[in-house]
């Protein structure tokens, strides 16, 4: 029964019930652009990181920290959308949307992302961790309750310009992160041109307050023009498959 054939006949049949996205269906556009951006935007990031990282300072970690989790948030999203499997999709939307909570937050007020970041590698350095521990699961670090309280007053502001905001927020995580949503519980495994739509377009909308957020983290460095440039390309792409659609809280208004 566990032999490695049948192990790969399981792998077969999930890898052949899934969407190619190579046809002319809207959700076909979006699902490529979701993929293409998201590889577009690692890219840039690679560069930033090899031509202006030592330019890079405590103003600036945890920021490009949580944009590389969202990267691979969003690949994770496409390939989970590509296999009909909404609940964990929905989990990353959820998920996508406290990393930008943090980001934009970080990123308002650089000096306070300085100091939780220091005072997170204080404590590091004072449980006696290598300076690179990439996890400790046992511990909480004080730096927890800093970036709850950022990404709780970015996502109240947020909620101050477009109120549904908390509203969806509260549907993803009651489908999908806490699971007291019935509605939808049969949902994956099978293909929903409505929830394929709705994740899709979430996921072009978080990718594109990711790509500002990223502009914002290095415009006090000479990243900042670099990281304009080359994504004038994958703004502008937005503006072709959303057009104008995208919530208030993305912008820059508030």
Partial sequence: MYTEDRYREIEEQFRSSARDFDGDHPNDEMARTLLITTQELAR??????????????????????????GLHSLYS???LVKRYRYDAAHREVRFLLETYFCVRGLNRDKDEAAAIYNAYREEVEELGLDADAREVALHEFDA????????????GRA????????????Y??????????????????????????ELLTWGLY?????????LKTYNDT????????????VVARFDEVLG???PTFLLESY
Avoid at 44 to 69: C, K, L, P
Avoid at 144 to 155: N, S, Y
Avoid at 176 to 183: E, I, N
Avoid at 206 to 214: A, D, I, N, P, V
């Fill in 172 to 197: 993803v995580s009651n489908r999908s992160t806490h699971p007291v949503r019935l509605y939808g519980a049969w949902d994956d495994g099978s293909w929903s041109e409505g929830l394929e739509e």
């Fill in 244 to 246: 104008k659609d995208v």
């Fill in 77 to 79: 999203l496409h390939w």
């Fill in 44 to 69: 840039i990031h690679r560069a930033v990181d090899q031509e202006y990282g030592n330019e890079a300072s405590e103003r600036h970690q945890y920021q490009d920290v949580f944009f590389t989790r």
């Fill in 159 to 170: 909620k101050e310009v477009w109120p549904e905001v908390r509203q969806y927020y509260n």
């Fill in 222 to 233: 000479s990243a900042g023009p670099f990281i304009k440039r080359e994504s004038q390309q």
């Fill in 144 to 155: 927890v309750d800093d970036l709850f309280d950022v990404w709780r007053d970015e996502r």
């Fill in 206 to 214: 978080l990718s594109y307050g990711l790509c500002k957020e990223l």
